[in-house]
């Protein structure tokens, strides 16, 4: 008995078990309001608007930027709060996997672009 019981604790697990992959901490603040967009440093940039990003269960304001689309069609996600969960910004485009957006290594392929006067 012990064992039938045991087997049915564990199929139900996996049933209804449920992968999560967001932050959950509450909503950030506004947007901020950047009235100052730096020229394009050049051909296939594109900007992404200012966002606000979790860190530590606080939120970190991220300036506007200009990033090169990892490939060709790509589009911009901008990251989200959908009133219990955070969503990281991504790229995606038709014939493509998702492509998880990563400061610190698109700025090292010269993919990310700031002006640090602005």
Known sequence: MKKLFAIVLLAGGSLFGQISLGIRI???PRPRIERVRPRSPGPGYVWVDGYWYPDGGHYRWHQGYYSRPPYE???WIAPRHDGQQFYNG???GPGHERVEHDHHSDRDRNRDWHDDRH
Do not use: H, Q, R
């Open 26 to 28: 509450g909503p950030p």
């Open 73 to 75: 069609g790509a589009v």
């Open 90 to 92: 991504y790229w995606e």
